[in-house]
């Protein structure tokens, strides 16, 4: 029997996993931003004089870290995590079983304007934008499994999903 309680579900930006949290008690959203940067208060400059913040050299580990200890508490069903490749790599490595939802490569047009009216960045959406294809192809290659959603489908629309072996 698995350790994990919880199964572990990167989702692609936009598919609805804040909204998932909020719908379902069982479930947690852990945002991977907080771990790529850390704010480093000794080191002061003309234009942050009280501080920087600094990439995080460690922060896929301690991400993978943070999931594992979510996934492994009985409060969850469901743990939302990043689709970002070091984060599914940093899973494979660790032979941690997880899901990936994705939307259906033809809905490109449909996740840039959810990206607009959510308020993303123009750098943001420029990302996705040149790079929808390669993420998505990339993912279908190398996630043991993959859901992908139809248009208009939402991540809560799609759960539960059952437990995967691990």
């Avoid at 029997?1 to 579900?9: G, H, N, R, V």
């Avoid at 949290?21 to 080191?43: H, K, L, M, V």
């Avoid at 409060?75 to 997880?98: C, G, K, W």
Wanted: charged letters at 25%; proline letters at 5%; glycine letters at 6%.
């Amino acid at each position: 029997m698995s350790k994990f309680k919880a199964i572990i579900i990167c989702g692609f930006p936009g598919i609805g996993k804040t909204t998932a949290e909020q719908r379902c008690r069982q479930a947690i959203d852990c945002e991977s931003s907080g771990f790529q940067y850390r704010f480093d208060p000794t080191e002061v400059n003309a234009g942050s004089p009280a501080g920087v913040y600094k990439e995080n050299q460690n922060w896929v580990k301690e991400y993978v870290d943070q999931l594992v200890e979510l996934a492994m508490d009985v409060r969850y069903h469901y743990v939302f995590a990043s689709t970002h490749q070091e984060v599914r790599d940093e899973l494979n490595a660790r032979l941690i079983p997880y899901v990936v939802v994705v939307p259906d490569r033809s809905l490109k047009d449909e996740y840039l304007a959810r990206y607009v009216k959510r308020g993303d960045s123009a750098e943001f959406i420029m990302g996705i934008y040149e790079y929808w294809e390669d993420w998505l192809k990339a993912i279908d290659i190398e996630a043991p499994a993959v859901i992908h959603l139809k248009a208009g489908q939402v991540l809560s629309d799609i759960l539960p999903i059952p437990q995967l072996r691990g």
